[in-house]
């Protein structure tokens, strides 16, 4: 059986859903220089901004995992990511699962069989580790909120959902900052989980002092 899928952002997706965010990080501007040269030698300076980075976790009781990297609620839709990920490729990215793509809806096979996780967990939004297997990535936009939630007790008395297929330094380096295999709820690239008790961090637009910093003590100590 078939059935097609809304592609609301995060704010559209919360409110739909009726789930009430609450704040994990309210960033601050980040001020920089950039000096790039032309192919024809020439030099120019270029001042630069971040804009705020604001992250969120929402309790989303019965939401749905699939791809290892989608995240849907039944009554919202399946949670499309920032727009700078949209750039890499059409979302949600192939599977066998995704019978087509467009920029509002997507069409997905109903899965054979369903893996009902009633434990508590923390899922984290746009869980790319499969499709994206580069440092940036991992580390500072995935590996970086997985900490600052854990700093910020969400996975007290939780675990954290992570693809069975990361890569071996993907998960040394969870091991690295206190989240072990102990910690973690592993769940496979083809599994279609639904979540009994879970929380959702939002998704990271990008890397920032206020993400990053817990990241790296916890490095730094081990």
Do not use: K
């Not at 994206?132 to 600052?148: C, F, K, P, Q």
């Not at 992570?162 to 295999?181: F, H, I, K, T």
């Not at 989980?193 to 990008?206: C, E, I, Q, T, Y």
């Amino acid at each position: 059986m078939l059935f097609r899928s809304s592609l609301p952002d995060w704010g559209d997706w919360l409110a739909v859903a009726g789930w009430a965010p609450q704040p994990l990080l309210a960033g601050t501007t980040t001020r920089g220089r950039t000096t790039m040269i032309s192919p024809e030698g020439d030099w120019t300076a270029h001042e630069a901004a971040t804009p705020p980075e604001s992250l969120h976790w929402v309790q989303a009781d019965g939401v749905e995992v699939r791809q290892s990297h989608a995240l849907l609620a039944p009554a919202a839709g399946l949670l499309m990511p920032n727009p700078w990920y949209r750039g890499m490729g059409e979302f949600p990215y192939a599977h066998a699962e995704v019978l087509n793509r467009g920029r509002h809806a997507t069409t997905l096979r109903r899965p054979a069989a369903w893996r009902m996780v009633d434990e508590p967990v923390l899922a984290l939004a746009n869980m790319d580790a499969l499709e994206h297997r580069n440092y940036y990535h991992w580390m500072l936009l995935t590996l970086s909120r997985a900490v600052l939630a854990d700093e910020a007790g969400l996975l007290a008395g939780r675990r954290l959902l992570v693809p069975a297929e990361c890569s071996g330094w993907m998960l040394q380096s969870l091991a690295l900052v206190g989240l072990g295999p102990e910690r973690c709820l592993a769940y496979g690239r083809d599994e279609a989980l639904r979540l009994g008790d879970a929380r959702v961090v939002s998704p990271a637009l990008l890397s920032s002092p206020g993400l990053v910093e817990p990241l790296r003590a916890r490095l730094w100590r081990s």
